[in-house]
């Protein structure tokens, strides 16, 4: 489980995260929509430990962040940040074998490569294994990153808009992964999506942010309505139901 108590965030004058309070249970799929600027990155990259907290607390299972040890964090969760930065010339397989460095530290056994190889067929990166990440598409690039996030084996997957690039295949079939992952294993996703239909036929329950806060949480059949949508993102979508799931009209 993830425990956020009272997080609240500056950054400068600007107040980027206002009391938000969340216990995200072990096992689903949860998707965090909200408008750009909402700070949904900004509270992954605080349970990511990618920035200090500077108000509230976070637990993951058993470690308070900021008191535990931030590599066994790294065992325990795994976050595939909005924007990545990555040596350009490194090759694909390079990249997502670098998902396995928290297990071996520097020593990757026949498993670590075993697992790296495995990732590379799940994401259909196999003919890409030897291509270095600045001469694929952006879609292969980004399916090559979240395979690197995929094959850290972690109990919790953070994916910050993962679908960014992806043509419709990859991105249901990245869906229907991580679908798998939680229902088959229990584990736990946390996933930042704009696409609301995606979140609507994949995600347990959508956490939406507005201005740092958190603004509507739930089934997605309670969450997305065409109220929310017009007082979160002041737009007037219609919003149908189909095969009880809703789905918004674009
Ligand atoms: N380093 C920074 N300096 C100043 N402001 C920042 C910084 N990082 C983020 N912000 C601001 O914090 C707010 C939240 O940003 P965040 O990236 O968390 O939003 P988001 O919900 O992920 O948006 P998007 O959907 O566009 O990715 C934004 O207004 C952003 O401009
Ligand atoms: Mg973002």
């Known amino acids: 489980m993830i425990e956020i108590q009272s997080v609240s965030h500056r950054i400068g004058q600007a107040q980027i995260l206002t009391d938000v309070s969340l216990r995200l249970e072990r096992g689903g799929v949860i998707a965090l929509a909200g408008p750009n600027g909402a700070g949904k990155s900004t509270l992954l990259s605080l349970i990511a430990r990618l920035q200090p907290l500077q108000q509230g607390q976070i637990r993951v299972d058993d470690m308070q ?30 990249l997502v074998g670098f998902g396995r460095y928290p297990h071996h530290r520097g020593r ?12 590379l067929a799940q994401f259909d990166l196999g003919p890409l294994a030897d291509r270095q990440l600045e001469t694929l598409s952006g879609g292969q690039r980004q399916r090559a990153f979240v395979a690197m996030s995929y094959v850290q084996d972690t109990d919790f997957l953070l994916l910050d808009e993962p679908l960014n690039n992806l043509d419709l295949a990859a991105a249901r079939s990245l869906m229907a992964q991580l679908r798998q992952l939680a229902d088959d294993q229990g584990r736990t996703v946390v996933i930042v999506l704009h696409d609301i239909n995606y979140a609507t036929a994949y995600a347990d329950r959508i956490v939406v942010l507005k201005g740092g806060r958190v603004v509507a949480d739930g089934a997605p059949a309670e969450t997305v309505t065409a109220a929310m949508l017009e007082q979160v993102f002041g737009t007037a979508a219609p919003v149908h139901s189909v095969g009880g799931r809703p789905v918004v009209l674009v």
């Open 108 to 119: 990757p056994t026949a498993g670590d490569r075993a697992r790296v190889e495995a990732a």
């Open 65 to 94: 962040l900021g008191q535990c040890d931030d590599r066994a964090l790294a065992r325990k969760l795994a976050i595939l940040p909005q924007q990545v930065n990555a040596s350009s010339r490194l090759t694909v397989r390079d």
